[in-house]
């Protein structure tokens, strides 16, 4: 079979529909005070279509067979993405971030991901061979985190008004000034916008601070950088063809964050969802540790494939759902 390359068509309808759909999706939000269930649930389904729209494309304009790789694609990749989705909620909470914020660091974190993404599809296959020590690393985030959102699950006070002692400050405060308090929905705060009284609490002097937003941000950030290293290889796995590749990735990615809203809308009702989030957290650690050890040191015989990933991740979030409504919180 003929490879897919670069048709210009294709490429001019992607990036026109991904550039549109991203507008949009900014606009429809721009002064939503928090993301409702049923707005990101109708999101979810908008991105999802637009997928399956593509695929549809593919199947018309070219052949069946790359059609069906790119299906594959982002049906992994999809998979693959749940766990970040975990992910995302341990870092918020350990942030005590909600509501419109968490929109607004999402949309920029899914932009910084349409750019990893392709840089990472264009590294290609040199990817199998950092990913495995990449993997050790996030794999001892993750499990950290599921720790600390265990501790602080029966904490009330879940919002956090002063950030000097939050761990993201303590380790970049040393490195460039930092407001440790948030400024509203800014990333950065400049100079001549701080009182006296809030230069007090920031880490140096500096002509612009960065913001506990900011440094969220960056943790959302690395945290999909990490999970890139162990989704691009598996996508490639599948087609060679980067085009389809970096497809297949955007239309999961992009689908992300309105799937993390509704999650994160139903854990308010569900009382012992954010539970089961915390369990796949130790799960999420412990395949990603297991994965890196299989290739870097020697092979245990013991292989997680995506789809029983996402069996037990369905499961797990099931059961977690199903026990909320037996053994409903007493008001």
């Not at 759909?21 to 269930?37: G, M, Q, R």
């Not at 162990?230 to 999961?252: C, K, N, W």
Request: aromatic content about 16%; hydrophobic content about 55%.
């Amino acid at each position: 079979m003929q490879g897919f390359g670069f048709p210009i068509e294709t490429i001019v309808i992607f990036f026109g529909v991904i550039v549109i759909s991203v507008y949009l999706d900014l606009f429809a939000h721009k002064n939503t005070a928090e993301i409702s269930i049923k707005d990101a649930s109708l999101w979810s389904v908008f991105w999802i279509g637009l997928a399956i729209l593509f695929y549809s494309y593919l199947w018309w304009r070219f052949t069946p067979e790359f059609a069906n790789l790119y299906l594959a694609g982002y049906v992994l990749e999809k998979s693959l993405s749940i766990d970040n989705l975990m992910v995302f909620m341990a870092i918020f909470s350990s942030f005590g971030i909600a509501g419109k914020l968490q929109h607004r660091i999402l949309y920029w974190g899914i932009i910084g991901a349409l750019a990893f993404r392709a840089i990472f599809v264009a590294i290609g296959t040199g990817l199998f061979v950092a990913s495995p020590w990449v993997g050790f690393l996030f794999s001892a985030f993750v499990i950290w985190s599921g720790f600390k959102m265990l501790q602080g699950s029966d904490d009330d006070s879940e919002e956090i008004e002063d950030y000097s002692n939050h761990w993201s400050v303590r380790l970049m405060g040393k490195f460039t000034p930092i407001y440790s308090r948030l400024f509203g929905d800014k990333f950065f705060v400049k100079h001549g916008e701080l009182n006296a009284e809030q230069l007090a609490v920031t880490t140096r002097k500096g002509l612009r601070y960065a913001t506990p937003a900011f440094l969220c941000l960056m943790a959302i950030e690395t945290s999909d950088v990490a999970f890139a290293f162990d989704s691009v290889p598996a996508v490639i796995a599948i087609t060679q063809e980067p085009l389809l590749v970096y497809a297949a990735m955007i239309f999961a990615i992009l689908g992300l964050r309105s799937l993390y809203f509704v999650l994160a809308a139903l854990t308010k009702y569900l009382v012992y969802l954010e539970k089961a989030v915390v369990a796949l957290l130790f799960f999420i650690g412990f395949k990603m540790g297991l994965q890196s050890w299989n290739h870097a040191i020697s092979d245990t015989g013991i292989h997680i494939s995506a789809n029983t990933s996402l069996i037990i991740v369905l499961s797990v979030l099931a059961s977690g759902v199903i026990a909320s409504f037996i053994f409903p919180e007493k008001q």
